[in-house]
């Protein structure tokens, strides 16, 4: 579903990415981890066309991102450190609006709460304006974008950075629900165990370079850290 | 001994170092050098083209009335009451620091005639004779002062605090213990010195260019002048530098403060003035030309007592006549008509002196009003004393028509005066032969028409309640924008 | 896609106080500017009434002697006499039998009536007197008047509609839209925007749309409502088609200044950035190169000074004089009441006035003519410079539309002059002759009737202006929308 070949990007004579090759299927909870400036955003923003690639290829459902922008979109879903709505709008307001940006005029006012109450939004924060809302509240309006756009790809970047353990362990429940409804799942976090309990592989990057890939069912939490830490050396 | 020497090695002085980061923060940036150097070539091209314009026309007026002034006493021989009507010009002198702001001489008449029988008004605006695109305003020295500086003021200074809250450096600077006074005033004077930066060449080449071309002895306390000048426009800066640092100390980012600023400056530079002038014309209505004449006309014939000029006309002969003991004016020992035209003359000097008088006070009314706008926007308060002190007001015009009319009094009366001793021999003859002519000798005891513009004293006086509400500017807005720092602290703790 | 986002933007601006605020005061500066502007123009028709029916009221109590007379001579069964010019009323037919005497003693207004939008646009109508006094006396003299205003009042400017449009919307229009892009940047939700299937241009346009028909609803609703309330000749198609030119004009440069605010935010650089930016532009386009502009024209064709005029009319005086008159005749040429004898001796005085005047008239005619050619190039020079800011053909084409414009001021000039010399031609042909006026003759003395010029030459002037602001506005759009294209959702 989303594919990296071979992709670069540098600023002037930085290289923020090295050549990238990444395969992430349906089903698929890729865990991206590297410290700040490893390219993990550079990455999730490239496949969201954001940035243009300097070389290589990013590909969604099998289509360049450069060249069918925004059919590739179609598929996408973004989650950001801190999903950024509309403040003056409601909850409701902004999901009704994302969804229609997606294309998903189909929803009636029912649907759309479903889907605020199915991410576990409560009921009386629907009608309240976003502007007041947690960064916890944020997040799941954002993944109830995703459920709304019925996106087959999520690129989420530190989604769970500042959250409490509560708030964080819902928002990975939830990702384990759009995982079995066969997204495949690009998150970059700082979070090493979060990307074990939540991941199915785990992809550690330093310097714009993907320096190993795992799958969480090979290691352990130990293993892990001890792993990335030698990388960072 | 080390640690004695140390002791008193007194530590840097705060507001220093503060002024000296905002200084050099300023003019590192490349935002800030252009902005410069449009201002100081803006500048200098006002000053330039204010310059130019201010010595040609002084030449022009100069030559003009100096071939009037020929003409009159050239005229040839003639009657003098016929020389009264041939009459002469007066030319407006320019105010001795038009050139940097020529304030409404654009829209005042520069040239009146003055003859026998009319109180004309002054005539030839320069404004009549430019394209509509002059009226987007004047290209002057104080233009570029009054409207672009205020901008650049705001554009170097309202991230001062909003900014500084913004990227977080705020709560660091007051985390080591940076007393907020030191914080305004540091800044205040970076930004200040930036901002003079860019004015101080052009005052300064200004200057120089006044002292070569020593225009100042034909003013009255010139440098004085300069001098308020300079005061009155570095307190319209303090106002904007202040109101910035207190705004951005206030603003939660520097867009609500840049915002709120340039609003601020909109309304002040372009919406109150024209407001303000709206509001005191219907305040205070003034004639349009239509009613004016027709008013005076009429008033000349009915008398602005009710008794028509023919009956005081009456009245007088019949004094007359009983004072010299006559019983027909024809035996008078004056030449009754030049008498009789005198006092129809005088009979007219009151409905004119009711009418332009009228004129006069209520544009001085209307302009007054506009001051008092003053008080919500200090830019009304430094148009008024700046044009003031460049002799460009509304008082150097006033001067000048006066002794305009006082110059025309003055002729005709010599004149009529002349003719009723003279001629008084064709009193009472009726025959092609009554007349008498004069020449130039006699033509030539009405003096030269000059006159001397108000004097700096005379300003002041006019203007002192403008001053007082810039004053009262400046220290509101160093107040103000203490105020907003102190509430710094408590806003990011 | 277009109408969500342009519902979507108008119910977030709806729910900004600050767009409120700025609606409620552009609203206010419009009710304002129709006040104001329309109370320019009340003032002067007043003032054109007055003095006319000041002049009227001398002109009929002379109509009134004659046609007393008339009946007394009809009475008595005898011939109409010609009455001597003479100031002081005495015996004898009346002074209006004298074509000379009513011709050049009493003045007939030619009025320059404003179009139905002159409230629009003030132009330099409060400099110029729109009402000139005609008589048999030298023209010249009476295009020297000035309509007289406060000059403060007059350095202010007007607060008109002209100036609401051409200066404060754009405030308003830059307030509403400096921040189109980089606000959403910088809360993130741009991102969030542009992770769905829309292009940015898209994104932009629909953000446009919706900006522009708030505010062209206001614009067009309170418009519409100031000509309502202070327009005239509301009946007449013309007046609509000015107004439709005055709109097409506030659209185009609406979107002038929309299309500067993409372009900026196309840069990338944050709010506060594009505020300055826009501020600092707003004031080059509407306040610095207009004046340098104007400084430019007048130093190319500089109007040849009033002074040196004033100088050579006078040359041009006292040469006719010499010519003409011995100190006498000067004497009682200036106080006909004061001739002796033979009251021929009073008309003959008038008769070389009269020729006076004209010599005068041909003297400085061609100084006149040159004056106004000198005039005529600046504003040429003007036409041609307009292409360099919005707000200059913006300000020429109100003017166009209002009425207001240098062009049409002339244009009435002209048929002044045409109707001075009506004037002359009735009255001297007939003092010459000495034939007495009758009351018959009187309903014939020309009265001025200012007609309109076609609206094909107002259009003709009103093309190049706004046939410029249509290719600037497009060329700007056009490439502030392909540097869109350059534009990063991300920062690196």
Redesign the interface.
Known sequence: MLEAIKLKKT?GDFE?LKGLDLKINAGDIYCLLGANGAGK??TI?LF?N??DPSEGQAKVNGLDVTTH???T??F???I?E????????TGL?NLA??A????HNEYSDSDLRNFLKHVGLQDGAVEKRVAAYSKGMRQKV?VA?ALA?QAKAL?LDEPTSGLDPKASNEFSELLKQLQGGGAAILMATHDLFRAKETGTRIGIMREGRLMQQLSTDEVSHADLERIYLEHMH | MAEASLSRVTPPSMVGVVARKEFTEIIRDGRFKWTAIIMVMLLLTALATGWQKYTAYSEVQAAAQGETNHQWLKQGDKNPHSAAHYGNYAFKQAGPLSFFDNGIEPYTGNLLFMEAHKQNLAISRPANDSSAVSRFGDLNGAMILQVLMPLLIIFLGFTAFSGEKERGTLRQLLSMGVNQRDLLWGKAIGIGGAALLAIVPCIVLGALVLSMLQISHTADNFAARVGLMALIYTGYGLVFLFLTLGVSALSSSPRTSLIALVGFWAFSVFMVPKSAAEISKAVYPSPSWGEFQATMRADQVRGLDGVPTAAKLGKYVRELMKQYNVDSPTKLPLYFPAVRMQKLEEFDHEVFDHHYNGLRDTYMAQRRLQDAFGIMDPLMSLKSLSMGLSGSDLLHHDRYTRSAEEHRRMMVSKMNGYLSKAAVDLNGVSSSSNYMTADEAVFSIVPSFSYTPPTLEEVTKEYGSAFAILAAWVLASIVFAAAAVGRVRKVSA | ?YS??VA?ET??LA??PSLLWILLLLTAAIAFGAWASSSVFERQSQGATAISNYENGMRTKMHDDLAKYEEKVKASGGKMEFAAVNHAPGEGPPQATNAGAVGSETESFAVLPPTGLAALSIGQSDLNLNYIPVSMKNIIDATKDNEIENPVNLKAGSFDIAFVIIFLLPIFIMAMSYDLLSSEKE???L?????????LRKLMASKLVSRIAILLAVVIAFGVGAVMAVGSELNQAETWARFGFWLGATVLYSIFWFALAVLVNAAGKSSATNGIVLAGSWLAFVVVIPTIVSVVTSTLYPAPSRLDFIAASREAQTAAEFERMKALDQYYYDHLELVPGGEDKANDFLTLSLANNASIEKAIKPLYDEFQNQLNRQEDAVTKFQFVSPAIMMQLAMNEVAGTSADRYENFMKQVFKFHAQWGEFFTGRFLKRDPLTTEEWKQIPTFKYVEEPFSDVLARLMPSLLGLLVVVAALTAFAFSSLRKY???A?
């Open positions: 600023y923020a955003s550079t923003n969201l954001f940035i922008p925004l059919e979109k179609k996408l879903a973004y950001p801190t999903v950024m709505l509309y403040g003056n709008l307001e609006y994302f229609k940006l997606g294309g954002g974008i756009k690129l | 896609m969500l986002i979507h119910r977030t729910k900004t809360r993130g939700t991102a969030m925007v542009m992770s769905h299937p829309i292009s990063r959702v991300a690196r």
